[in-house]
């Protein structure tokens, strides 16, 4: 299985609302086939050292396997939600595992 992590950073004159559409234009990449799992999130705040707290929107998203993810990299919704979107973020830190 495939897991891909996407954790979007707020850029510095964000306003109020940007994570909220942020979140919502990542819900339309749930159209992408192949997903085998697929959550948008907002960091817990969790008080721990160890613990990133700086991103705004966390999309969860896993795949049979690489090949899955690599479609999904290439369709065109998630290429159509990076133009519609990427004004909304500074950064995009991207964790990509692979599972048993």
Known sequence: ?????????????????DAEALAAGCRTLAAIPGL?????????????????NGYAVALLTAFED?????VYQDHPVHLAFIAANKHLWSSVR????IVE
Not at 41 to 50: L, Q, Y
Not at 66 to 70: C, L, Q, V, Y
């Open 1 to 17: 299985m495939f897991f891909h992590a996407v954790y979007f950073y707020p850029r510095e004159a964000a306003q109020p609302g």
């Open 66 to 70: 690489t090949a899955g993810h690599d």
């Open 94 to 97: 991207v964790h990509d595992s």
């Open 36 to 52: 085998t799992f697929f959550k948008v999130g907002h960091t817990a705040g969790t008080p721990r050292e160890v613990v990133d």
